[in-house]
């Protein structure tokens, strides 16, 4: 039986931009958990260091969509240096601002002139899209990208947190920024697989955001993103309680592991259902699994729930990229999917913004309650909104002929 994962990289130049594509990605899931540890070890305060990593969070949300709105009208290679650098250069000085005891207001700022890193997984997902457009392999090719952002979310922790705690508190944050600025390059050094830039049509350059179906895929990441964000401060904050702040890196490596685990074998699958009704499944699992959270006694145990927790994530980003990219029109797909990535970035940092508060005021278990609430949330949005999933297709062509 043939591999279908080993099918995806038989296209040439496949296998470079999706390596040089995980390196620059991996600090998508440092910074954020990076500055919580090193704020909070700097200045023991986890309701400051939520805010300014939502700062960063919210920042990159409003940013990025418009970095790949220019990437779709002039290219990935001519946008992505310049964004990159300033991005590099603002978690630079917010290193340096932590660093010397600067003062708060300073930090916010640093955070969101960071927020210009652009949306690496877009670039990526573009590329396998322009490879597979319209086949089953595109499926398999977004499970694989899926995979590697848990592979990412397993390893980012790990060393943000390993780094900021066994070494110096700016460590982590240090680390992201150099992945960041060697694997940039690394993808735009990749021209042969870069998406073409499509020829730019009079009064049709109204941001994909206006479509039906993909208002509802990001309003029910947002949600989805609050339960990643709660999971990320809350695991610290759990940790922390228990006298062993190091070891919060060990439910979040269990919650990718579930993910990765799951994406692997849904990436294989041919299902019959609509891609409207296998996300609504998705979601009823991943709002069904936050509520084991409030029974956790023990970073054990917050392990184990973790893990299930983790089975409904690589699925339902699968599936949310899959009707975006069926909700957009090509020349608009880069935008499309930073959008979706967006979606989920907004809702990591109201997430992680609500919980540090609660975690702040009641204690560390406190955070578990906007999991929950975020998970009720995102299965009402997309129950509202189902019948613009279901119309998908149409709303793209409509897209298409304006």
């Not at 990643?228 to 990718?256: C, D, H, N, R």
């Not at 054990?300 to 990219?325: D, N, Q, R």
């Not at 609500?354 to 406190?366: F, Q, R, T, Y």
Request: aromatic residues 8%; neutral net charge; contains cysteine.
């Amino acid at each position: 039986m043939p591999n279908p994962y080993r099918e995806i990289f038989q296209v040439p130049g496949a296998f470079a931009f999706s390596s040089a594509g995980f390196i620059a990605r991996l600090p998508a899931s440092m910074v954020g958990l990076g500055i919580v540890t090193m704020l909070s070890e700097r200045r023991g305060e986890y309701a400051i260091a939520g805010a300014v990593a939502a700062t960063f969070a919210l920042a990159s949300a409003l940013i990025t969509p418009q970095v790949s709105r220019l990437v779709d009208r002039y290219g990935q290679r001519r946008v992505l240096m310049p964004t990159a650098a300033a991005g590099a250069l603002a978690l630079g000085g917010l290193m340096v601002a932590t660093w010397t005891g600067a003062p708060s207001w300073l930090l916010f700022v640093f955070a969101l002139l960071a927020g210009l890193m652009p949306s690496i997984g877009a670039m990526v997902r573009a590329r396998w899209t322009e490879f597979y457009r319209d086949s089953p392999q595109l499926r398999t090719a977004f499970a694989f990208e899926s995979v590697v952002d848990e592979v990412i979310f397993i390893i980012g922790p790990i060393v943000a947190i390993g780094l900021s705690v066994g070494l110096f508190p700016e460590a982590g944050p240090l680390a992201a920024l150099i992945f960041l600025v060697v694997g940039v390059p690394l993808l735009c050094a990749q021209r042969r697989t870069e998406p073409p830039v499509r020829a730019h049509v009079a009064g049709t350059d109204t941001s994909v955001i206006r479509v039906g179906g993909v208002q509802t895929v990001v309003l029910v990441m947002i949600a989805i993103g609050a339960i990643f964000g709660t999971a990320e401060i809350t695991a610290v904050a759990f940790a922390e309680a228990q006298g062993q702040k190091a070891a919060a890196s060990l439910p979040l490596a269990v919650y990718a592991t579930g993910s990765l685990i799951v994406g692997l074998v849904f990436g294989t699958m041919r299902l019959k259902a609509s891609l409207a009704m296998q996300f609504l499944a998705a979601i009823a699992l991943a709002a069904a699994t936050t509520l084991p959270l409030l029974a956790v006694t023990g970073l054990y145990s917050l392990a184990l729930v973790f893990f299930m927790a983790g089975a409904a994530v690589s699925p339902t980003i699968i599936i949310a990229m899959g009707l975006v990219e069926r909700l957009v029109p090509p020349r608009q797909l880069t935008e499309g999917m930073t959008w979706a990535i967006t979606g989920i970035n907004i809702g990591m940092a109201a997430g992680a913004s609500a919980a540090g508060i609660l975690i702040d005021i009641h204690g560390a278990h406190s955070g578990f309650w906007v999991s929950v609430g975020a998970g009720v949330a995102a299965l009402l949005v997309v129950l509202i909104g189902y019948s613009r999933l279901l119309g998908a297709r149409a709303e793209t062509l409509v897209c298409e002929a304006a």
